[in-house]
């Protein structure tokens, strides 16, 4: 059973985000005019898998708005860049789109770093920023390799990869298998046999490798944004690794840190009591 707040049965509708159409689910218990928050998932997630264990969680109060990124889940899946600047113009539509002034992020991995950049480029209409193991902190020799193969051999990366690597994957992202759900690894079984995904999973490594190498310069605008943070990590996270936690406490000396010692890449599956326990009072206003 899950404890506390409202169950995670959102209202799914389709929004125009610069010709691009995004996937939003909403979960209002609040009504239309409580403080809303904005929930960006990782890299090949989505929404109802990202977040259906925390929401729940959170305080019903809020009104709780997940995209699917562009290239994930139920969204468009458009050829092209999935660099900094196509999410940028993307996310900035869809704020405007939901008729959001002024609301909270949460993001986690991919998400992590887009909600950064997301606040960092709008610091005035961010409440609040709370990363989940975010992406862009922290270099890894793993991401700049598979950056520089999507690079160099993009058919290659691009080819659908077989089940068994694929639950390989799902299980070095967590602690213990068991806490994985059996839906929700059929379906990121399924949904590899899109090409499209697969296509932007590729382009967001191609596109990752500039951040990569601009280091500190990318921390220094990202802590263009002074308003409250909340970082929690996974301590044995395999895929972005917990040492990135110090990178953002550089970068936002002011921001609250939870290291979650029973979770690697997705804490938000494996401990979702304890990382709603820190959002809940983080997210209120």
Same mark, same amino acid.
């Given at each position: #059973? @899950?404890?506390?707040? *409202?169950?995670?049965?959102?209202?799914?509708?389709?929004? %125009?985000?610069?010709?691009?159409?995004?996937?939003?689910?909403?979960?209002?218990?609040?009504?239309?005019?409580?403080?809303? *928050?904005?929930? @960006?998932?990782?890299?090949?997630?989505w929404?109802?898998?990202?977040?259906?264990?925390?929401?729940?969680?959170? $305080?019903?109060?809020?009104? =709780?708005?997940a995209? %699917?990124? /562009?290239?994930?889940?139920?969204?468009?899946?458009?050829?092209?860049? =999935?660099?900094?600047?196509?999410?940028?113009?993307?996310?900035?539509?869809?704020?405007?789109?939901?008729?959001? $002034? +002024?609301?909270?992020? *949460?993001?986690?991995?991919?998400?992590?770093?887009?909600?950064? %950049?997301?606040?960092?480029?709008? /610091?005035?209409?961010?409440?609040?920023?709370?990363?989940?193991?975010?992406?862009?902190?922290?270099r890894?020799?793993?991401? &700049?390799?598979?950056?520089?193969?999507?690079?160099?051999?993009?058919?290659?990366?691009?080819?659908? /990869?077989?089940r068994?690597?694929v639950?390989?994957?799902? &299980?070095?992202?967590?602690?213990? /298998?068991?806490?994985? $759900?059996?839906?929700?690894?059929?379906r990121? *079984?399924?949904?590899?046999?899109?090409?499209? #995904?697969?296509?932007?999973?590729?382009?967001? =490594?191609? &596109?990752?490798?500039?951040?990569?190498?601009?280091?500190?310069?990318?921390?220094?605008?990202?802590?263009?944004y002074?308003?409250?943070?909340?970082?929690?990590?996974?301590?044995? %996270?395999?895929?972005?690794?917990?040492?990135?936690?110090? +990178?953002?406490?550089?970068?936002?000396?002011?921001?609250r840190?939870? #290291?979650?010692?029973?979770?690697?890449?997705?804490?938000?599956?494996?401990?979702? $009591?304890?990382?709603?326990?820190?959002?809940?009072?983080?997210?209120?206003?």
């Amino acid at each position: #059973m @899950l404890r506390g707040g *409202v169950p995670f049965r959102p209202h799914r509708r389709s929004i %125009d985000a610069g010709g691009i159409r995004l996937a939003a689910y909403e979960v209002n218990a609040g009504g239309r005019e409580a403080p809303a *928050v904005l929930l @960006l998932h990782g890299l090949g997630h989505w929404s109802e898998g990202a977040w259906g264990r925390l929401v729940p969680r959170l $305080d019903p109060a809020l009104r =709780y708005v997940a995209l %699917d990124l /562009p290239g994930f889940g139920a969204s468009d899946k458009p050829a092209g860049r =999935y660099d900094r600047r196509f999410f940028a113009a993307a996310l900035d539509a869809a704020v405007e789109a939901l008729g959001l $002034d +002024a609301f909270s992020l *949460v993001g986690h991995s991919l998400g992590g770093f887009l909600a950064a %950049d997301l606040a960092a480029r709008t /610091p005035r209409r961010v409440r609040r920023l709370a990363l989940i193991a975010p992406g862009g902190f922290a270099r890894s020799a793993r991401f &700049a390799a598979f950056g520089l193969a999507a690079r160099l051999a993009p058919r290659t990366f691009g080819r659908r /990869p077989s089940r068994r690597l694929v639950e390989r994957v799902l &299980a070095r992202s967590v602690v213990d /298998p068991r806490s994985l $759900d059996a839906g929700d690894v059929e379906r990121a *079984v399924a949904q590899t046999a899109d090409p499209a #995904m697969r296509r932007a999973f590729g382009a967001v =490594y191609a &596109a990752g490798l500039p951040a990569f190498v601009a280091g500190r310069g990318l921390r220094a605008e990202l802590a263009r944004y002074d308003g409250p943070v909340l970082c929690a990590w996974g301590a044995r %996270d395999r895929f972005i690794p917990a040492r990135g936690l110090r +990178a953002v406490a550089a970068t936002y000396p002011h921001a609250r840190t939870l #290291m979650l010692a029973r979770s690697a890449h997705l804490p938000m599956i494996e401990q979702p $009591d304890e990382l709603a326990a820190a959002l809940r009072p983080f997210l209120a206003v």
